[in-house]
């Protein structure tokens, strides 16, 4: 394989397994592990690398990446797992946690790993699966220097455009500061598709006209104009993991004791969505929680 560094991965899902992917198609010798063994069998068998069953497999990696729906089962991973991560890593090596986590979480990863000389950075990401499968998502790294210029191998390969955002939680900082904007664009573009809609706009007309003009956004134009107006709802992206970044966000402006009641009414909103959702929801069916009675035409159109 290539001269990159040893490299573990820990989670395939949507996001996941497109970047497992470019790292063994970018040459990296590669320990993959799932908690679905059929999807890690699945995916040693089309890509290649090696299945761990468990953290000893993970005894020679210079890099691992964990890719999980939040921080509470990346600590459960990297911690709990059998003893944890930690006892088999070599002094040195560096964890990179790529879920969107809460920064309190992802530094109580780094204590629980600086007894065995383990350093945490957090990148987590943005561009969603089109951008994962092309190795072009956007990532926010926070972490010490040298921890980040371990990783900075991996990181190249898996993104298109690399900010650093400073110490350890920054990253996980600012992705939830960025998803409390998408969610809050979601909401406002909603509201405006079910008003037109009420007043006899036609939905496809509606966002055909703001996707040329000043309400244009990525949400207006890819969520809400791809997904909602057509009925895909299928960005890949789940509502309740973008509830869980928006309660993040909320949660980050009580400790900075900053009042955000646009946050606090978007936090409100997403909340009670992901309560009525049903499990594994795509993010852009929110405002059929927010307004039941435009379920079925919508769902079907």
Do not use: C
Request: proline share 5%; glycine share 14%; hydrophobic share 45%.
């Amino acid at each position: 394989m290539g001269d990159g560094p040893r490299v573990g991965f820990i989670g395939l899902g949507n996001m996941g397994r497109p970047m497992a992917r470019n790292l063994r198609q970018a040459g990296f010798d590669l320990v993959v592990h799932d908690a679905d063994p059929d999807v890690l069998s699945a995916f040693v068998a089309e890509h290649g690398g090696t299945a761990a069953t468990g953290p000893a497999d993970f005894a020679d990696r210079e890099v691992v990446v964990t890719m999980l729906p939040n921080d509470r089962i990346v600590r459960t991973v990297v911690l709990d797992w059998e003893g944890g991560l930690g006892p088999h890593l070599a002094d040195g090596a560096v964890l990179v946690d790529m879920s969107s986590s809460s920064p309190a979480g992802v530094r109580a990863v780094a204590e629980g790993l600086a007894p065995f000389g383990v350093a945490v950075v957090d990148a987590p990401v943005s561009g969603g699966v089109p951008r994962a499968e092309s190795g072009e998502l956007s990532l926010m790294v926070g972490g010490e220097d040298d921890a980040v210029a371990r990783a900075t191998p991996v990181l190249d390969v898996l993104g298109g455009r690399t900010f650093r955002t400073g110490g350890l939680g920054t990253g996980d900082t600012v992705k939830a500061l960025n998803n409390f904007l998408a969610a809050a664009g979601y909401a406002a573009a909603t509201e405006a598709l079910h008003i037109g809609e009420r007043l006899g706009v036609d939905p496809a007309t509606l966002f055909e006209i703001v996707n040329t003009s000043t309400g244009r956004s990525f949400v207006t134009e890819i969520v809400v104009g791809g997904n909602v107006v057509t009925g895909a709802y299928a960005t890949g992206f789940q509502l309740a993991l973008l509830a869980k970044d928006v309660g993040i966000a909320a949660g980050l402006a009580e400790e900075a004791g900053i009042d955000a009641p646009a946050l606090a009414l978007t936090n409100e909103r997403w909340q009670a969505a992901a309560a009525g959702a049903a499990p594994g929801a795509d993010h852009s069916a929110a405002h059929l929680q927010w307004w039941p009675e435009a379920a079925p035409a919508e769902a079907s159109a």
